[in-house]
């Protein structure tokens, strides 16, 4: 007899860009594609679908995705949300990974604050680092102190939440990765994003890009085919189903 698969609630928090979404898909799909395929996916949408404790029954590990809004506009999905995340990851304890908007949502539940990052937009290929913690942290097990990871954001971690661990940083942000307890943490990198998604996302932005003073053109040659920051995504499923 087959072990029974493993189910993760992935919540689907908002949809990528148009043009981005025509040629790759959602953010579900992403991750379907980048998570190990024996693990059963259940999607909760709590733009539209009914937010209560009552989502996590049955599941063994939650990721929230990335999104287009932010986690201070005044959403109402977004309180039920973080009251759903605080029941999986104090009362529940399930291993949680907060992706970009997830990892916001993750900080903003538990006291931080987020706000659009003062020293701008982070896009495309990004080199992060680890501290001390990172470098003990099982998330990233068989990460170099500095490994690359695509990115895109304009809001920030900028106070992480009193009981947090800042486990990593890069260029233009001191929070790109935090652990609270001991099976949640935040990621402000995309580890489900490939280098065609985020090629995709640089042309889709490229005027907002060039408005803000950076050249689109070079961001986009700079991307990167591999990236070593999705191994977290591999290693997550790993402390989420016990290995």
């Known amino acids: 007899m087959s072990a029974p698969r493993a189910r993760c609630l992935v919540v689907r928090c908002g949809d990528p860009e148009p043009s981005v979404v025509e040629t790759h898909g959602c953010f579900v799909q992403w991750f379907r594609v980048a998570i190990d395929p024996a693990v059963e996916f259940r999607v909760l949408d709590p733009r539209t679908d009914a937010v209560g404790p009552a989502v996590l029954d049955g599941v063994q590990a939650v990721v929230i995705s990335g999104s287009p809004h932010a986690v ?13 995340v605080r029941e999986a ?13 997830g990892h916001q949502l993750l900080a903003q539940t538990f006291g ?9 937009r982070e896009m495309g290929t990004i080199t992060v680092k680890l501290n001390e913690g ?28 009193p009981q947090a661990r800042v486990l ?43 408005a803000e003073g950076m050249c689109p053109d070079t961001m986009h040659a700079a991307v990167r085919d591999e990236v070593e920051g999705a191994k977290v995504l591999t290693n997550f499923v790993k402390l989420a189903t016990g290995g």
């Open 112 to 120: 931080g604050r987020v706000t659009r990052n003062p020293r701008g």
């Open 134 to 161: 990172g470098r003990g942290d099982a998330l990233f097990h068989g990460l170099s102190t500095e490994f690359t990871a695509h990115a895109t954001h304009r809001d920030t971690v900028l106070e992480p939440p």
């Open 168 to 210: 990593a940083s890069s260029g233009r942000d001191d929070c790109q990765a935090f652990r609270i307890g001991r099976h949640a943490w935040g990621v402000q990198f995309h580890p489900e994003v490939t280098a065609p998604i985020m090629r995709g996302y640089v042309r889709s932005r490229a005027e907002v890009i060039r």
């Open 72 to 84: 201070f506009e005044p959403h109402p999905w977004i309180e039920p949300l973080q009251r759903v």
């Open 89 to 101: 990851v104090t009362a529940r304890e399930l291993p949680t990974l907060g992706v970009c908007f």
